[in-house]
């Protein structure tokens, strides 16, 4: 085990060898793998200093995390299994005296690559390793001063990589620039996180803490909760407070997917709830629910499924989607009792879209596919029956773009990633729902996105879509 090469010698490094790292020289055929790639960040100082500042390739802007916390840390998906030989690090004046460079295949298990126990903040160049993964993550382990971390640039060299699932230059947004209020002012607080419209004037909407499910109606050129209004929701035995943070409606039900429950919040319980959209109940147990924490990725209690979509068996089979499972074409023959239609849920914590074909008793499920987002992390899916696309959305984490998908070759592949549309404020936007097609006008159709900030006192803003 040797000692890594620094710009400053200072400071002790150790190389760390796992399974996944072996010690080796960098080579002369070393890339830039990191720069204009997704990050994920446990925090940003503001929205100036976004953890996609730190690979954009200037010197002169930079991540910094939230002040005043010693843990935390910043993810650059390099878009595939990659081969990393050197890293480094360009340092603010907020620099780190101890941390840690981590690598993954999935976003989740990560092995250590270094571990740099005495930096100086000084400008870190390391080698003399070998790392193979798709995921590298700073973790900030002792901060040097009062403030958080803060780098100009991340740069990860080597070999192998490619496309992270979405092109590295996002496109204009293909809808109008234009984005206006379409809530009243303060009528849902904080918290609201998912959206799915059952028609042209019916908009669904889930808030978490409490776990709330609203029925949206038009009201002129905005959208208001019905005349029961907030309806609080349970587990199927009458327990608890799911943790809401998607919608979807669909031919079997209201199904909401959730990471844990508020009344144990410590605990990732990532399930997916049934709730019947004809009751008028103020307070509604789900019908039917999935316990999917054994099938997914372990992940933390607030990095669970933030969204769900439903596509129908009809589209999946026409387009001949491949079933994981099976490794042939999928045949809904195959799955009893799972309705007319696969359900997807995207995992914020690796930007990961499942498949499941869910048994409607309840408690069941199988998982059919599965496949990459297009950005680091997932807040919403919608799919478009219009145009066959999968809309894959992200907040503030990736500066709120959404990536379109599409089934090629039998696989769930991107075709196009959007920058958002100018109106559209960078907030935590947790939500997004596209207006059927039926509501279209002047060519367009409108869009919502959910804001779970609640910034100026609204939640819901709109802008459109071209019609197809």
Same mark, same amino acid.
């Given at each position: 085990?040797?000692?890594?090469?620094?710009?400053?010698?200072?400071?002790?490094?150790?190389?760390?060898?796992?399974?996944?790292?072996?010690?080796a020289p960098?080579?002369?055929?070393?890339?830039? =793998?990191?720069?204009?790639?997704?990050?994920?960040?446990?925090?940003? +100082?503001?929205s100036?200093?976004s953890?996609?500042?730190a690979?954009d390739?200037?010197?002169?802007?930079? @991540?910094?995390?939230?002040?005043?916390?010693?843990?935390?840390?910043?993810?650059?998906?390099?878009?595939?299994?990659?081969?990393?030989?050197?890293?480094?690090?360009?340092?603010?004046?907020?620099?780190?005296?101890?941390?840690?460079?981590?690598?993954?295949?999935?976003?989740?298990?990560?092995?250590?690559v270094?571990?740099?126990?005495?930096?100086?903040?000084?400008?870190?160049?390391?080698?003399?390793?070998?790392?193979?993964?798709?995921?590298l993550r700073?973790?900030?382990?002792?901060?040097?001063?009062?403030?958080?971390?803060?780098?100009?640039?991340?740069?990860?060299y080597?070999?192998?990589?490619?496309?992270?699932?979405?092109?590295?230059?996002?496109?204009?947004?293909?809808?109008?620039?234009?984005?206006?209020?379409?809530?009243?002012?303060?009528?849902?607080?904080d918290?609201?996180?998912?959206?799915?419209? +059952?028609?042209a004037?019916?908009?669904w909407?889930?808030?978490?803490?409490p776990?709330?499910?609203?029925?949206?109606?038009?009201?002129?050129?905005? @959208?208001?909760?019905?005349?029961?209004?907030?309806?609080?929701?349970?587990?199927?035995?009458?327990?608890?407070?799911?943790?809401?943070?998607?919608?979807?409606?669909?031919?079997?039900?209201?199904?909401?997917?959730?990471?844990?429950?508020?009344?144990?919040?410590?605990?990732?319980?990532?399930?997916?709830?049934?709730?019947?959209?004809?009751?008028?109940?103020k307070?509604?147990?789900?019908?039917?629910?999935?316990?999917?924490?054994?099938?997914?990725?372990?992940?933390?209690?607030?990095s669970g499924?933030?969204?769900?979509?439903?596509?129908?068996?009809?589209?999946?089979?026409?387009?001949?989607?491949?079933?994981?499972?099976?490794?042939?074409?999928?045949?809904?023959?195959?799955?009893?009792?799972?309705?007319?239609?696969?359900?997807?849920?995207?995992?914020?914590?690796?930007?990961?879209?499942?498949?499941?074909?869910?048994n409607?008793?309840?408690?069941? !499920?199988?998982?059919?596919?599965?496949?990459?987002?297009?950005?680091?992390?997932?807040?919403?899916?919608? !799919?478009?029956?219009?145009?066959? =696309?999968l @809309?894959?959305?992200?907040?503030?984490?990736?500066?709120?773009?959404?990536?379109?998908?599409s089934?090629?070759?039998?696989?769930?592949?991107?075709?196009?990633t959007?920058?958002r549309?100018?109106? =559209?404020?960078?907030?935590?936007?947790?939500?997004f729902?596209?207006?059927p097609?039926?509501?279209?006008a002047?060519?367009?159709?409108?869009?919502?996105?959910?804001d779970?900030?609640?910034?100026?006192?609204?939640?819901?803003?709109?802008?459109?879509?071209?019609?197809?």
């Amino acid at each position: 085990m040797s000692l890594l090469r620094r710009t400053t010698l200072s400071a002790v490094v150790l190389a760390v060898v796992s399974s996944a790292v072996l010690l080796a020289p960098a080579t002369a055929a070393d890339i830039l =793998l990191s720069q204009g790639k997704p990050v994920t960040t446990s925090s940003s +100082e503001s929205s100036s200093f976004s953890g996609a500042k730190a690979v954009d390739g200037s010197g002169t802007t930079r @991540w910094a995390s939230a002040e005043g916390s010693d843990q935390q840390w910043l993810r650059v998906d390099l878009g595939s299994v990659t081969t990393v030989r050197r890293i480094k690090l360009e340092w603010e004046a907020a620099y780190a005296t101890k941390y840690r460079l981590e690598i993954s295949d999935d976003g989740i298990a990560y092995s250590t690559v270094v571990a740099v126990n005495n930096g100086d903040g000084k400008t870190d160049d390391l080698t003399g390793f070998t790392a193979s993964g798709r995921y590298l993550r700073f973790v900030g382990v002792t901060r040097a001063t009062s403030y958080g971390y803060s780098f100009w640039e991340l740069q990860a060299y080597g070999s192998g990589g490619g496309d992270p699932q979405t092109p590295t230059t996002p496109v204009t947004w293909p809808g109008g620039a234009a984005v206006t209020v379409a809530d009243g002012s303060n009528v849902f607080g904080d918290n609201l996180s998912g959206l799915s419209f +059952e028609n042209a004037d019916t908009l669904w909407a889930v808030r978490n803490g409490p776990s709330t499910l609203y029925r949206l109606v038009r009201d002129g050129a905005l @959208w208001k909760p019905d005349p029961i209004g907030a309806r609080t929701l349970n587990y199927k035995n009458g327990s608890g407070d799911p943790d809401a943070e998607a919608v979807v409606h669909t031919p079997d039900g209201l199904l909401v997917a959730t990471e844990r429950d508020g009344d144990n919040s410590g605990i990732s319980l990532t399930k997916v709830l049934r709730y019947d959209p004809k009751s008028t109940a103020k307070t509604q147990n789900a019908t039917a629910e999935w316990n999917l924490t054994s099938d997914l990725p372990s992940v933390d209690n607030n990095s669970g499924p933030e969204a769900i979509s439903w596509i129908p068996d009809s589209f999946l089979t026409a387009k001949g989607l491949r079933d994981d499972r099976t490794n042939a074409a999928y045949n809904p023959a195959s799955y009893a009792n799972h309705g007319t239609g696969l359900y997807f849920v995207g995992l914020e914590a690796n930007g990961m879209v499942y498949a499941y074909a869910l048994n409607q008793s309840g408690g069941t !499920f199988t998982r059919v596919a599965a496949f990459a987002g297009g950005q680091a992390s997932i807040m919403d899916l919608e !799919f478009e029956p219009e145009t066959g =696309l999968l @809309w894959s959305t992200c907040d503030d984490t990736c500066q709120n773009r959404s990536t379109t998908l599409s089934i090629v070759a039998g696989k769930f592949t991107v075709a196009a990633t959007y920058d958002r549309p100018t109106g =559209l404020p960078d907030y935590n936007n947790e939500g997004f729902a596209i207006t059927p097609q039926s509501a279209c006008a002047a060519g367009r159709k409108q869009v919502i996105w959910a804001d779970d900030g609640n910034n100026g006192g609204h939640a819901l803003r709109a802008g459109t879509l071209p019609c197809r």
